[in-house]
């Protein structure tokens, strides 16, 4: 909503405060937090006297209708703290710096910037800077309009004569195709008119065959007729009835060949007139490309006369050109002055910077100098008060009496220091070897010998309990392993029913290994699928091993089972038909007890024998959606459908 609404500058703090993160939903009717558009309220909900509602400052959809009427703006905090207790339920008031007080009591000081309020300052802050953006690339463009307009004239100019060059190749290779067209259209006119006449040269010849054939007929006819009645003649008649035959078969024959000569000829006649027609089309064309070239040829002449006139214009740019050139040399001669100078004062600048370093260097060691000194002075002086305060703890005088009170001469040279440091440290260690006078020994040595007989009372309480700690620790073994081999046994007997119902064969048993005591050996499954040895489970394939870990957990689930159990992912490594009996095995046992299984699968199989789906969705970015589906509700619907 924040992108869309339009407030005027100086009230963007206000229209943040007044909405908050509220301007960050959007009217998506499909988004889970959205702006819903309502009808206005009804009735009277009119603002407090003295407050202008925000709706006079702010431009936004129809969704925020209701909220800024029940919005008002006041000048100051004194008339925001006057006008909240007029406030109806769900209006506000809100200052130009940010101030909000509502209906509820509640309020808010000015000056916490808010998100809203500084998004809708950069936006006002981009429309301004978007509106001056014109006028500032005017402003950049107008230096460089010159130059750029007399080399866009001098590019137009030769991209015309250009265009005109390209445009005359091209209709001079148009025409030429036109003519080698005709050419050859009027070639294979010629070809089938040769043809034509061919066919009906032979059309003639077959007529001239078949009436010599008819005539020929007729005056056997009649020869025949004129004959007597012979059984020669008879013969002769025979002879020549089966002459007629075969003459007329032939005759047919030539009839029909000219038939097809005659349906020839009219398919060529009508594609000989398709050709007059495409002839007098490309005629048509011939001739407005005849117009076209004209009309060019003028073009071209035009053209002609404007690059005479463009020719013209180098001149004159060349005049302007050294005319600005000019002018640019002077200004390039006064910034190269104005940039001397500069280096000069960014020298002189520099030097005195150096200076002003050096000086504060000095300065600076100056001060150290004087603050070790400083604190030199000041560890020798607590040095003095150290061994003042020393020589007055163990001796009880001053520095100055250590001398008469050691039997030392003033004026005597000082005795060897490091001999008189051994000898003082010889004497410390004899005292210290010494030790004190402990007045309390007798009575610590009672305590002792009382402390010694709690502890030998406490020795015995602990000998008995460890005894009793043995005793119970070796009935819980002993029950322990009772329980576990009796559980051993209960859970074996169900691991080798299972095994053998979910491989369909084979046999599979539970070992104890490494100890003879139950509770310290560890378990081996030795399993032999059919057609395979006995064998332990690390040795068999990844399928058998998933089939043979599933069995071990049924025969446990049936051994003492659980409210719930959590497959995850068992059936990957199965095969369909291994799938279907762990499916069939899972059912019985959800009909048989009262365990829930919930089975995190992505097998297609396994999925349609559940009773329930689940599953996670993602409809928007970064918002999780569960769905499920009660597939033997969705089978009832199936059904009613």
């Known amino acids: 909503m924040i992108d869309v609404v339009v407030v005027e500058p100086g009230f963007e703090a206000a229209l943040g405060a007044a909405f908050g993160d509220d301007l960050t939903a959007p009217v998506d009717e499909a988004a889970p937090v959205r702006w819903r558009t309502l009808d206005d309220l ?47 339920p769900g209006q506000r008031l809100v200052s130009r710096d940010g101030g909000l007080w509502r209906w509820d009591g509640y309020a808010a000081e000015a000056g916490a910037p808010t998100t809203a309020a500084a998004r809708l300052q950069q936006k006002n802050r981009l429309a301004e800077v978007r509106a001056a953006r014109p006028d500032a690339e005017a402003a950049s463009e107008a230096a460089t309009a010159a130059a750029g307009a007399t080399r866009a004239a001098a590019e137009h100019a030769a991209s015309a004569a250009r265009r005109a060059q390209e445009n005359q190749q091209a209709f001079d290779v148009a025409f030429a195709d036109a003519r080698e067209s005709e050419a050859a259209l009027r070639q294979r006119e010629a070809e089938r008119e040769s043809r034509r006449a061919a066919l009906a040269e032979t059309a003639q010849a077959v007529e001239a065959d078949l009436a010599e054939t008819e005539t020929r007929a007729a005056a056997a006819s009649e020869t025949l007729a004129a004959l007597p009645e012979t059984g020669e003649a008879r013969e002769r008649v025979a002879a020549l009835r089966a002459e007629l035959a075969e003459q007329r078969a032939l005759l047919i024959e030539r009839q029909g060949a000219l038939d097809s000569l005659i349906r020839e000829a009219g398919s060529r006649q009508r594609r000989l007139d398709d050709i007059i027609g495409e002839l007098a ?54 910034r190269r002055a104005a940039a001397d100078r500069l280096a000069e004062a960014e020298s002189r600048l520099a030097e005195a910077d150096r200076a002003a370093r050096a000086a504060e260097s000095a300065l600076a060691q100056g001060r150290e100098d004087r603050v070790r000194a400083e604190g030199a002075v000041e560890q020798g002086e607590q040095a003095c008060r150290d061994v003042t305060e020393r020589v007055a703890e163990r001796l009880d005088v001053s520095p100055d009496e250590t001398a008469s009170l050691a039997g030392l001469d003033p004026d005597a040279p000082p005795p060897d220091l490091e001999a008189v440091e051994r000898r003082l440290e010889r004497l410390q260690r004899e005292r210290d070897t010494m030790g004190p006078v402990n007045l309390r020994a007798e009575q610590e040595a009672s305590e002792l010998t009382e402390q010694i007989a709690t502890l030998g009372d406490e020795r015995g309480d602990l000998v008995e309990a460890i005894a009793k700690l043995r005793q119970g620790i070796a009935e819980l073994n002993r029950e322990g392993r009772q329980r576990l081999l009796a559980s051993f046994a209960e859970v074996d007997k169900h691991f080798q029913e299972m095994f053998v119902r979910l491989f369909g064969g084979g046999r599979a048993h ?65 095969d369909d038909a291994n799938v279907d009996r762990f499916c069939s095995l899972l059912e019985e046992m959800t009909m048989s ?9 992505h097998h297609r199989m396994t999925m349609a024998r559940m009773h329930r789906l689940f599953g996670v969705t993602m409809g928007e970015r970064g918002v999780s959606q569960l769905v499920s589906v009660d597939l033997h509700a969705a089978e009832e619907l199936r059904e009613i459908a």
């Open 42 to 88: 009804a009735g009277d909900h009119s603002l407090p006297e003295g407050a202008r509602p925000l709706a006079d400052v702010v431009r936004g959809p129809r969704a925020l209708s209701r909220r800024l009427s029940q919005i008002g703006i006041v000048e100051s905090n004194t008339e925001g703290d006057r006008l909240q207790p007029a406030l109806a």
């Open 281 to 334: 089309s490309w005629q048509t064309r011939f001739d407005g490309a005849g117009q076209q070239i004209r009309s060019l040829r003028g073009r071209a002449a035009e053209l002609a006369a404007e690059g005479e006139r463009l020719a013209a214009l180098p001149a004159e740019i060349g005049a302007r050109r050294e005319g600005l050139q000019g002018e640019i040399d002077a200004s390039a001669a006064r």
């Open 510 to 574: 539970l070992a104890l290994t490494e100890s003879d005591d139950p509770l310290e050996a560890g378990l081996e499954i030795m399993a032999s699928p059919p057609g395979k040895r006995l064998q332990v489970l690390s040795l068999l394939s990844g399928g058998e091993q998933a089939l043979t870990a599933l069995a071990l957990l049924f025969a446990v689930f049936l051994t003492n089972p659980a409210p719930i159990c959590v497959l995850d992912e068992v059936d990957a490594p199965l």
């Open 593 to 601: 007890g009262g365990t829930r299984f919930l089975v995190i699968t």
